[in-house]
């Protein structure tokens, strides 16, 4: 949603809280299997691939699950970060606005992370612990990577990366938000691909979560106000820099 749009949107809010309530009934519904039957349609499809015969897809999803790779995705989401910054038109105060920006999305990522620990009292293994005599990464490749997680509800990195791009389309439009849901896809992708989540750990979890929240903060004065308040903060300590 770009800043142009009202600070208070209550029917925006309301959908998406309902889109998110809709998602958990899904979800929690003893007469629907919809996500179990997704879960092992998409695992088993995707490990059938991690042969020895498909070697080049065996170390694509490898590399994408190390550690190093975090430091790609975050360099992605810096680049659409600045491209955002770069074409808010409003000139003045530019990198300290969308510092508050960022700053307040940091901080709606933890409040996140720590609200979620504390209201859902539900995790469950990755599907490369749940099933047996499943193919792994980790025995294919000779560097450290990813496959397996005892706790993969919700998938953190989709969180986050949905977060990302509720933000920008907060505060820098259609087309950056699109951009980003495009890269929230991708970079949430590999952890599927090698096992270590439920297809449901990302596309119910991470995206129910931002569905109940995120509106809480972007679609109401909260975040706004947030943004604002970091944003005269620097401001003040710039202004007591000395000037050279």
């Not at 409003?90 to 940091?106: H, K, P, S, Y």
Request: avoid cysteine; charged fraction near 10%.
């Amino acid at each position: 949603m770009p800043q142009t749009h009202p600070a208070l949107a209550v029917g925006s809010l309301l959908l998406f809280n309902l889109l998110g309530a809709l998602l958990i009934f899904t979800w929690l519904s003893p007469d629907l299997l919809f996500w179990t039957e997704i879960d092992d349609a998409v695992f088993f499809t995707t490990n059938g691939w991690l042969t020895e015969e498909n070697g080049a897809w065996v170390w694509l999803v490898a590399v994408t699950n190390a550690r190093l790779f975090d430091v790609a995705s975050l360099l992605v989401l810096l680049g659409i970060y600045l491209w955002a910054l770069s074409r808010d038109p409003v000139r003045e105060q530019r990198l300290l606005r969308w510092g508050g920006i960022g700053v307040t999305m940091l901080l709606v990522a933890v409040f996140m992370a720590q609200g979620v620990r504390m209201a859902i009292d539900y995790s469950h293994p990755s599907p490369t612990v749940v099933y047996q005599e499943v193919n792994l990464i980790t025995e294919m490749v000779d560097f450290s990577t990813k496959d397996s997680s005892g706790s993969s509800f919700p998938g953190d990195h989709g969180v986050n990366l949905f977060l990302f791009a509720a933000f920008m389309w907060r505060f820098a439009g259609l087309k950056v938000m699109l951009v980003s849901l495009v890269a929230a896809v991708v970079l949430s992708a590999p952890r599927i691909l090698s096992g270590a989540h439920w297809f449901s750990d990302v596309y119910f979890g991470a995206v129910a979560i931002n569905l109940i929240i995120a509106p809480w903060f972007l679609l109401t004065p909260v975040g706004p106000a947030m943004a604002r308040g970091l944003t005269a903060g620097m401001a003040r300590v710039q202004a007591l820099l000395p000037v050279r």
